[in-house]
């Protein structure tokens, strides 16, 4: 609301041209009807900011990219996958010898991309649902053992999925389990669970303010995004490229 009341505040002021900066898309997962009489809110959502009068978005790792299309205005949907990139390098010594770890088969594109881009193998894990947010049981596809599995998904709400997945991965012989994530949300459990499992570290971008979690949690550790974030504001001002910031780290 406070979103759309400035956005509006701006427009009113006859402002040119007003660009919302969205680092984590609100209700970005309900993107569909997964039953018949469920709310399409990622839709309501991109009809409020179009009304309020925003011209362009700028957001980061949509859960569904098809989101772009609920908008009439331009949306650019940048990348983590370049930061994470560069953080694996720097922080994981033995990443050649890594394999690359989707947590439910509608992360695999993103995975094989990070996989490919590494030049190591990737991973999936098949989850079974018997409601929202309770997995059921995984069954891993690809060999992990004797190597440093990297979990990467776009968004941790609970963490019931990545704990599950980084037990499942140290049982078939993963020596060290990393997860990374776009969008660090955390609620209710998540930093007990965190804590408790297996992990050496789990690294979130701060799309969302992640200080006070990481006080509670020591093996949350955080990849600014605001270099990505100022250069895509500065290039759409300036009328420039965007399409660099999608597969390389501002300097």
């Given amino acids: 609301m406070e979103l759309l009341i400035m956005i509006n505040a701006c427009k ?37 900011l179009s009304v309020a009068g925003a011209d362009h978005i700028i957001t980061m790792d949509l859960h569904a990219s098809q989101i772009q299309g609920f908008f009439d205005i331009p949306v650019d ?3 983590a996958e370049p930061a994470v990139l560069q953080w694996i390098r720097e922080n994981i010594a033995e990443w050649k ?13 993103r995975v094989t991309s990070i996989a490919d881009r590494l030049n190591v193998e990737f991973a999936l894990i098949h989850k079974e649902r018997k409601k929202a947010n309770e997995v059921d049981r ?17 968004m941790a709400d609970t963490c019931g999925t990545i704990c599950h997945a980084a037990d499942k991965l140290l049982s078939a012989g993963a020596t060290k389990v990393y997860a990374i994530l776009t969008h ?14 297996a992990f050496e570290a789990v690294v979130v971008t701060n799309t969302i303010p992640q200080e006070d979690k990481m006080r509670h949690c020591p093996k949350i550790q955080v990849i600014d995004i605001s270099m990505i974030l100022a250069e895509a504001i500065r290039r759409t001002h300036n009328g420039e490229s965007v399409s660099y910031l999608f597969s390389h780290v501002p300097l």
Avoid: E, H, W
């Fill in 77 to 79: 949907n940048l990348y």
């Fill in 12 to 48: 009113i002021a006859s402002s040119s041209r007003v660009t919302a900066v969205i680092p984590c898309f609100p209700y970005a997962r309900q993107d569909k009807k997964d039953k018949s009489r469920a709310p399409i809110s990622a839709k309501l959502v991109a009809n409020m």
């Fill in 97 to 109: 010898n890594c394999i690359i770890v989707s947590p439910d088969a509608g992360g695999a594109k």
């Fill in 184 to 197: 660090g949300i955390f609620s209710g459990p998540a930093i007990s669970r965190i804590n408790n499992a």
């Fill in 138 to 154: 995984m069954v891993l596809v690809g060999d992990v053992k004797d190597r440093v599995a990297i979990l990467v998904d776009d």
